[in-house]
């Protein structure tokens, strides 16, 4: 008898060693090893789905009754049957259908042996038995059966005689037609009708008459966020990233505000859930400790920057960092004479983890104003900053080209 996946062949050898993908291996009694089955196709599959998985055998089998696959699917174990189909070739494919409920967003993966119930049974044409023994992942068939949930109703906002609501769920959705949610206004039975939002966490919501919010976040979990007060004043743009703080899901949010010709403003803070009926505020108190400390290094560096918007098409210029506290930066730089960067000053902030977001305020009469955002990596002496220009004006954010600024090293002697 023939272990499972040991080589009788150099061929059954060529194929287990040259396969990139991962597989599945089973054997036959004396005929020797199966072939590596194909992956399932690349899908995340939903509710309805069928996920199939080819085994192909080193010779023709014979198959009788409903061999299965047992399949894991998260913590579930289920049967992947045999489709009836392919008896007397090399090839067998077993099928499992989506359920409510499945979900396994790092892949499927055999959970044992091929099983052969009564009456079932894979032979040769010798009338040699399976060894049914069989593995393997298969980390790109993603299962997502679990739809999503509302976690968070928001505050009643009211702005002359609109009445709005934001409505909160696990994962960003997609809307089709009107859909609501039955209210009532002094007894009075109302309907709070869908008005926009779809493709994000939550729609866009009137947050009591002082400022609108609109936001995206990704699959990734990055957040984009604008927020416009209702009675005038300088927008408040941010961007962010979902992370867990002292087990707490927190954002972690950098924001920045200000307009040509106005004093403009930056700050970063981990944003976390907060429910006003349970919520009491610390007492006032100096924060001495130091935060975002990595990148206390870059006070003095100067920076060459390749930057179309600020410099024209392939333009390059460069700014110094002059001063750096607790993750927040400010400074000046130049560019060619005549472009938007001949001159301007800078004031942003980095995380921890390197996440940058600033304003560039140029040096005409009549200065403009741009937001960069993007990610500085390395050490001092071999950093570099890949910046993007980025704005939100409607319902979606808006980036430029790709720049990449690289630290300028200091004179040697």
């Avoid at 085994?55 to 299965?68: N, Q, R, S």
């Avoid at 866009?204 to 002082?210: A, M, Q, Y």
């Avoid at 927020?227 to 962010?240: L, R």
């Avoid at 004479?337 to 600033?358: K, R, W």
Wanted: net charge neutral; aromatic share 8%.
């Amino acid at each position: 008898m023939w272990e499972c996946c040991s080589g009788i062949t150099p061929e059954s050898k060529r194929q287990q060693a040259g396969s990139a993908r991962r597989s599945l291996c089973c054997c036959l009694g004396r005929t020797g090893t199966a072939s590596l089955v194909a992956a399932p196709k690349r899908h995340t599959y939903g509710e309805g789905g069928t996920i199939a998985f080819r085994v192909t055998f080193t010779e023709p089998v014979v198959a009788t009754g409903i061999p299965t696959l047992p399949i894991s699917i998260g913590d579930t174990v289920r049967q992947a049957a045999w489709n009836g189909r392919g008896s007397g070739s090399r090839s067998l494919t077993f099928t499992l259908g989506v359920q409510s409920g499945d979900f396994a967003p790092a892949g499927v993966r055999v959970a044992g042996p091929i099983v052969l119930p009564d009456g079932a049974a894979i032979r040769d044409r010798a009338g040699n038995d399976l060894n049914p023994a069989a593995s393997g992942e298969f980390p790109r068939a993603r299962v997502d059966a679990v739809g999503p949930s509302v976690s968070d109703f928001g505050h009643i906002a009211i702005a002359g005689k609109r009445v709005s609501m934001r409505v909160t769920f696990t994962e960003p959705v997609t809307v089709r037609g009107k859909p609501s949610i039955a209210f009532m206004v002094d007894g009075a039975p109302r309907q709070l009708v869908y008005a926009r939002g779809s493709g994000s966490v939550s729609p866009e919501n009137s947050f009591g008459s002082t400022t609108s919010i609109v936001g995206l976040a990704t699959e990734f979990g990055e957040i984009r966020m604008r927020f416009t007060p209702t009675s005038g004043g300088s927008p408040v743009i941010g961007v962010g990233q979902f992370r867990e703080v002292n087990g707490t899901t927190a954002i972690q949010m950098q924001m920045i505000s200000g307009q040509a010709g106005e004093a403009y403003t930056t700050h970063w803070a981990y944003m976390l859930p907060y429910d006003p009926g349970s919520f009491t505020p610390p007492d006032p108190r100096p924060d001495t400790d130091l935060t975002s400390t990595e990148w206390a290094w870059t006070p003095g560096t100067t920076w060459e920057y390749q930057s179309d918007e600020l410099f024209g098409p392939g333009g390059v210029g460069s700014f110094t960092i002059t001063n750096y506290r607790n993750g927040y930066f400010w400074g000046s730089g130049s560019g060619p004479a005549g472009t938007l960067g001949e001159s301007f000053t800078q004031l942003g902030s980095i995380t921890p983890e390197g996440n940058v977001l600033f304003n560039v305020l140029t040096g005409q009469s009549v200065p403009t104003l741009l937001t960069l955002t993007g990610q500085i990596t390395g050490e001092p002496l071999t950093a570099r900053m890949a910046l993007r220009t980025y704005e939100f004006s409607g319902s979606d954010p808006a980036f430029g080209a790709v720049g990449y600024a690289v630290i300028v090293p200091e004179p040697t002697t």
